[in-house]
């Protein structure tokens, strides 16, 4: 299958700073990435989705100012957490699809720890 | 009611064991249906489609109730590899063509030897 990666891994930052996580779909083109966060015992949350060259389409609930999502080419999007909390902790895990309706390859994901 | 539920688990099951999960999903226009594992601290991975007519994949078969908005795994011969957290996922349209899925929590599952 297609491999997706994500970097860094794991992150821990403190409170107030930002924090920039990259996707990257390493074997294919991904018109459009998706951005999920997930929280202990919990599922994945969908939080954004980005086409390649156009703004970020974010779920309700979601603070667009928060987190920015950038997607400047077909093989590279970016999450950057603005000042960054303690309820900002979790995992992240961004997905690449190649074409509309096809499969979605996820990353591996970024643990972030916010101190 | 949420968009995705699952049983809530977990399950502990022995080796051998058949093991069977249940998920119901809201959304009547939703299209595709799946079940992704997903380990401990590792993103999810798929594991199969759901067709309405069920579909089987060696140990795993996976059924689909439309009408009920049902879909459910079945495990048989469970080993300990497969212990992990089952997820129920469903995928609609999120406006235009675009599509999303949406991720039930997951059953925990752990086959002990």
């Known amino acids: 299958g297609a491999v997706v990666s994500q970097h860094p891994s794991r992150v821990i930052c403190k409170s107030g700073t930002s924090v920039k996580i990259e996707c990257r779909s390493l074997?294919?083109?991904?018109?459009?990435m998706f951005w999920y966060r997930q929280f202990p015992k919990q599922s994945l949350m969908l939080m954004a989705t980005?086409?390649?060259?156009?703004?970020?389409?974010?779920e309700q609930g979601v603070e667009k100012d928060k987190f920015l999502i950038n997607h400047a080419s077909l093989t590279l999007s970016t999450l950057t957490v603005t000042s960054a909390h303690p309820e900002d902790s979790s995992f992240y895990i961004c997905?690449?699809?190649?074409?509309?309706?096809?499969?979605?390859?996820f990353g591996p994901g970024t643990r972030l720890t916010v101190t | 009611r949420k968009e995705v539920e699952q049983d809530p688990g977990p399950f502990n099951v022995p080796e051998g064991a058949t093991v069977a999960f249940n998920c119901t999903y809201s959304?009547?226009?939703?299209?595709?249906f799946f079940w992704y594992r997903q380990d401990c601290r590792k993103e999810p991975k798929l594991l199969m489609s759901?067709?309405?007519s069920g579909n089987e994949d060696g140990r795993f078969t996976a059924q689909l109730n439309r009408a009920s908005q049902y879909i459910s795994l079945l495990i048989r011969d469970s080993k300990l590899s497969d212990s992990a957290t089952y997820l129920c996922?469903?995928?609609?349209?999120?406006?235009?063509?675009?599509?999303?899925?949406?991720f039930g929590k997951g059953t925990l599952l752990t086959v002990n030897p």
């Open positions: 996922v469903v995928k609609s349209t999120s406006g235009g063509s675009n599509y999303k899925l949406t």
């Open positions: 980005s086409n390649e060259g156009s703004k970020a389409t974010y």
């Open positions: 759901v067709y309405s």
């Open positions: 074997d294919f083109q991904a018109t459009t």
């Open positions: 997905s690449a699809r190649r074409t509309m309706g096809g499969e979605q390859y």
């Open positions: 959304n009547s226009a939703s299209q595709s």
